[in-house]
RNA sequence: GGCGGGGUAGCUCAGUGGCAGAGCAAGCGGCUCAUAAUCGCUGUGUCGCGGGUUCGAAUCCCGCCCCCGCUACCA
């Protein structure tokens, strides 16, 4: 995949919406598999950022009594506040109101327009629309055939709109993922899309004269460029498209566009098509995660059950929350958020799991050999064996962005260092002075196991992996580590001197 | 209405033809290095309902009930 880079994004987001745990759940899963590549070895380029155009927030503003960019500008932090909280190591942030993306958006516009098959044209868009609101809407909205938030009768209005030519990308459309099905995953979505281009797809509107708050059409500078030209054209903003060929070539196409089953069709339909109207390839690959459900309902604003980020993350801390989410849910699926089963899986994996193996581990090696990591003739468990094939299997499913498996393949490791300690019963040997070398074997063995699931936790959970790193008190930094030959065995030198710090992942009570 | 997903143990879910499973929770026992932790043992569930195909169905077919999402340009 890719050409040099592996390259990844997360949707752009609104910044007067206000950030939810649905939001931050494709925040973290993207994280995780940019930390995770990153971890491979390879050059990665993960991208965020914010769409800043249009008529809401050319109104937010005005009611704010504010100009659009300063809105904006105070707006946009709020998303940033979130990412960082989250740890979400993004390598650009764009926001749909710089330059460079203005200059992308006119060049694509320009490409598509000027490709010789009339990819855009001027046509008519007609909608019921409600004066008071400065908005169209569809029969279904509207309330007795009145509009929904004034009650008024909704006028038949006819603008003239740039066109996109999309019904023209049908076959082309079928073709691209005829030669490979994964381009959408998973399946389910991706028969969605196909049974959706099967049935024969319409142009849609790419301009809007009603409001000026967006980047002007080159060759009509009347017309603002309307949401999709805009908001899709920043994943090649960011990878140099306009500004950078050089870099472009490199990073382009995307491997993964990680969306929300909600924006599937703009990705899936909308983004291939404009780009192979403007002669760009497509994107590699688009992966649809679920939504979070709260008591079974989606989540959203209106019933409300939009929990923000930030009341989760006082509780139970960053890295706990990054790994409830991705362990939690089968990702793919939608997915029931509850904190009683998040306290759950915090204590159970976290704190009685990894947290008290590495306190024990710790302990013993503190009160036996004096924190210092011994020199040992071997032994003959089987753990060597289990964290290759787990480290395997973890691999192979992150592959497949099957997330959550590809964390209990980790936590596979957990159980048998767990169990690996009752059978071996090292604070028993410790009694024996003439079995300091099966006591030093034993150990060994426990903290070599720690390094390892510090290693592969790192992607996950890079504070509890740095704070467990340091506990061993390895040299060499975590950041350092490449896999897969960090998980190999036996890289844990004798001599090393650690520390029974602090709790990992204190219990918490429900 | 149409399209899609789903209804399996208290909870979250896996399981697409061959004796009903996992994790968590709960109970009992062991151990005591550890964050009241950990290890072992314990699951008689109408697999939504009713038919059908089959030697055999949670798994395939038909019908029905219920839940969720989408249904086209405001992510």
Not at 213 to 232: K, Q, S, T
Not at 242 to 261: Q, T
Request: proline residues 5%; glycine residues 8%.
């Amino acid at each position: 995949m890719g050409r040099d880079v592996f390259y990844i994004t997360t949707p752009i987001y609104y910044p007067n919406d206000v950030p939810h745990i649905g939001h931050a759940y494709n925040a973290v899963a993207t994280d995780f598999i940019a930390r995770y590549h990153r971890l491979r070895g390879e050059e990665v380029f993960h991208l965020t950022g914010t769409d800043e155009h249009g008529l809401k927030i050319q109104r937010a503003a005005e009611a704010a009594g504010m100009e659009p960019k300063a809105w904006v500008d105070q707006m946009e932090p709020r998303w940033r506040e979130v990412w960082a909280r989250l740890d979400i190591a993004y390598d650009d942030y764009i926001r749909t109101t710089e330059p460079r993306h203005v200059t992308a958006v006119q060049r694509m516009l320009r490409a598509v327009h000027d490709n010789g098959r009339d990819d855009i044209y001027l046509g008519l868009y007609e909608g019921l629309y409600c004066v008071s609101c400065e908005l169209y809407y569809t029969e279904d909205e509207l309330i007795d055939g009145k509009c929904p938030i004034h009650g008024r009768p909704v006028e038949h209005v006819r603008e003239e709109n740039y066109f996109f030519r999309l019904s023209a990308y049908t076959d082309r459309l079928l073709a691209w993922y005829g030669e490979d099905p994964s381009r959408i995953e998973p399946e389910t979505r991706r028969n969605e899309v196909l049974s959706l281009i099967r049935g024969g797809l319409q142009d849609f509107s790419i301009s809007r004269t009603n409001f000026d708050w967006g980047i002007p059409l080159p060759w009509d500078p009347n017309h603002v460029c309307y949401v999709w030209f805009d908001a899709l054209t920043n994943y090649i903003t960011a990878a140099g498209y306009g500004s950078d060929e050089g870099r472009f070539a490199r990073v382009w196409p995307a491997n993964i566009h990680l969306i929300g089953k909600d924006i599937l069709r703009q990705h899936a339909v909308y983004w291939p098509a404009m780009l192979m109207a403007g002669g760009v390839e497509p994107p590699r690959q688009v992966w649809a995660h679920g939504f979070l459900t709260v008591g079974g309902k989606k989540m959203s604003k209106s019933n409300a059950t939009g929990i923000h980020p930030f009341e989760l993350l006082d509780h139970f801390g960053v890295d706990s929350y990054r790994y409830y989410f991705m362990r939690e849910i089968q990702f793919g699926q939608d997915g029931s958020f509850s904190w009683e089963s998040m306290v759950d899986r915090h204590n159970a994996d976290l704190a009685n799991g990894l947290g008290n193996l590495a306190s024990r581990v710790l302990a013993m090696l503190g009160s036996y050999f004096d924190g210092v990591v011994p020199a040992t003739p071997g032994d003959d468990s089987d753990l060597p064996k289990v964290i290759e094939e787990s480290r395997r299997r973890y691999d192979e499913l992150m592959g497949t962005l099957a997330l959550g498996s590809a964390l209990t393949a980790v936590w596979d490791i957990v159980g048998r260092a767990n169990q690996y300690l009752v059978e071996r019963e090292p604070w028993k040997i410790a009694k024996d002075d003439g079995r300091r070398d099966e006591l030093a074997a034993v150990l060994y063995t426990a903290a070599e196991t720690l390094r390892i699931l510090a290693v592969l936790i790192s992607p996950i959970m890079p504070n509890a992996a740095a704070a467990l790193w340091t506990q061993l008190g390895i040299g060499e930094p975590l950041d350092a580590q490449r896999l897969p030959h960090a998980a190999r065995w036996g890289g844990l030198a004798p001599g090393t001197r650690t520390s029974k710090g602090d709790a990992l992942f204190p219990r918490l009570d429900s």
